[in-house]
Nanobody, 116 residues
Framework: QVQFVESGGGLVQPGGSLRLSCAAS????????MSWYRQAPGKERELVAEITRSGGITNYANSVKGRFTISRDNAKNTVYLQMNSLKSEDTAVYYCHTTITFQNYWGQGTQVTISS
């Protein structure tokens, strides 16, 4: 079955960087676009970044443009989110996601906390 294993979250000071990874299994990874979402306490889950199956096209939420970069390695079945210049408002649980035949699949989430 479709599975995601996310890693790379943690506690970092404002202005710092983190790199999230999401290792996928159970489907043909290279055939599907991937995305990262996040959910902060008391807020709805929101799209952070998405990438096409080839990696040729990416899209970002306005709040992270210029600071975050989504990428993928189809040979490793892994999607990444490089997060730079982190702010307190980036604090959230980050989830990787894909849609296969109209069905949404989510990872378990990784906590990112930005605090001094």
């Amino acid at each position: 079955q479709v599975q995601f294993v996310e890693s790379g979250g943690g506690l970092v000071q404002p202005g710092g960087s983190l790199r999230l990874s999401c290792a996928a299994s159970g489907f043909t990874f290279s055939m599907y676009g991937m995305s990262w979402y996040r959910q902060a306490p008391g807020k709805e889950r929101e799209l952070v970044a998405e990438i096409t199956r080839s990696g040729g096209i990416t899209n970002y939420a306005n709040s992270v443009k210029g600071r975050f970069t989504i990428s993928r390695d189809n040979a490793k079945n892994t999607v990444y989110l490089q997060m730079n210049s982190l702010k307190s408002e980036d604090t959230a649980v980050y989830y990787c996601h894909t849609t296969i035949t109209f069905q949404n699949y989510w990872g378990q989430g990784t906590q990112v906390t930005i605090s001094s």
